[in-house]
């Protein structure tokens, strides 16, 4: 199995509801550093898992809908929480309807799956992984 | 497949016996990073893999019975290199009793597996992973 | 010149005044992950720059006063950008009275000068230092 | 299922053919630092995965073979992009060959997998896994 | 003394010439990992050691000028081997051109000293700082 | 001024007197990662800093007779606390040794300064820097 990762990175303001959050009920931050990963079974005709550059910059366009944003206004989170392990659920969903509609490229539509890992501390981070 | 994992560290002697290990033998040290992965398949009703406030009290108290001590001298590894390798099982095992006993909440017992991960160096590290 | 450094880390939201800051200009957030080194000429009678738990200690308590807040709600910063920069200044401010007030005991008052450096990103990071 | 990793680098020129490689195609290079895992169901009668010192010493020798070099020139690469994947498959084949042909001691040959990832900047990385 | 830092990378062939190079003489190459630190005495009007922004774009408009080539092809580099402390300063020297230019802002011109390091490898970094 | 960084590690047990190190008076260990800085004016007619692979050489061989050891019986640290700025120390003052006796070359000669850090883990480091 060949993979492929490419890092970046977005800024939030968000706040938790369930007394399990404990300090983090309050109105705070983060910075997650993302690293999404393809994963596949051959390479393409380029020998390559995915283009790099178009992966970059699909990335960035996802995180660029989150980025320096209050979570907290957001529809697209209304009534749920915005904890590590769901926005990787929520970049991954993101992304494998960008590889479907093409955004990747047709060399893209080869990928099997999609790992997304949130980085929100050099002590803890998240991820979700499935198939595309 | 959603993940959470804490980072912590411990500091401890040993030696190992066996000529494999060649100066290794004699008594010396070490510093783990240690990161804990907790997999499962749904996220519980906060949203979240396990409460990583429990999850990382727990990682602290498991890594406080063994953080500096001399392991050559500890009867729970009589008889057993403590390699990277060892250890990481030793602690995966620690923690698995630990959400069997329900000290990550009740919410952790949906937890389908884990990953123990011992980095000694920059250069090397060790793993156990296994269904909780 | 020695050195010790310890690391630790906050997240809050705020938010920036100023057509320079873009976007940055919403409410959004970040994780800083916080390095303070103490520096002396010479080490103290035990051997250390500083007590390490005693300076993991004080630097924890002193995180402890921004961590998990809106920084634009807090009074300290009143008619302030909370940049990088600025909030690395600030924790130095805090840690300079820590260390004169003899919270890092008396073997600290030995400390020459303090650095702070708060990485944002793992593209971007800021600091401040100066005497103590 | 328990892994020891080891991490060595390697420094090559290198260009690439195909219009997705943009300023790519011209000759440029890389560092790649390289990770190496070994996977195995249970420990050997030492305690570990693999001999650590006969691992690192076998990638190193292996990375010997490609370090400082032009790839655009080695045969061994003739009519293929040396791709970051590409290349993570090759290192993973030559390492296989070295475990199968007991370079890596007795013990290696209870090794069931290795994963070979090489990042190319902190920003990016690529794998390639599978059995031995 | 306030800094602020901010990272990009480029990807380079190049070769050197002496015989303390050893195989380094053949043609190969790397990626360098490059930290920019600008430093002043006092933040500007916005609270900031420099636009973060407009730091990330004049470095990477200086390692575009570089990226993807064979350095022994530049002539800005005739007649001297391209070490990455040499690297170093090279981009230091163009960054305080931009200084100077006004590409960082009227703000920037109250910047004291610039620090430019290069990350060869997980074990090897190079860098030069001077005065602006 | 310019600089050049090497980095390699090593790993030792040891204890410590006094009621400040609390439980780290038991015997317990560390893995140091050690960053040796060299710094000087000037390249020297190589265009480097010092000979990148004598240096290497030269901090592993002055490891090397600290890896894998208990310092509690090293004579060398008879009656001190081997704590790691005063390790830091130490291993400054061999290399410094080992400048001026020309193991690192003639050129190696210009070094004006060097810093000695050692990680203990991801959150604490301490470092010695003075002149050669």
């Known amino acids: 199995m060949y993979s492929l990762t490419v890092r ?53 366009g996802v995180l660029a809908d989150l980025n320096y944003r209050n979570l907290d206004d957001e529809p697209a989170f209304a009534g749920r929480n915005t904890t590590t392990e769901a926005l990787a659920r929520e970049i991954f969903d993101r992304l494998v309807r960008a590889v479907h509609g093409g955004a990747l490229g047709d060399g893209a539509r080869g990928v099997a799956s999609l790992k997304v890992t949130l980085r929100e501390s050099h002590v803890a981070w998240g991820s979700f992984e499935g198939p595309v």
Do not use: C, N, W
């Open 8 to 60: 970046d990175h977005f800024m939030i303001a968000h706040s938790f509801r369930g007394e399990t959050f404990g300090p983090a009920q309050r109105l705070h931050g983060a910075t997650y550093i993302v690293d999404v990963t393809f994963r596949r079974e051959a390479l393409d005709a380029d020998g390559v898992v995915v283009d790099i550059g178009l992966a970059a910059d699909q990335l960035k």
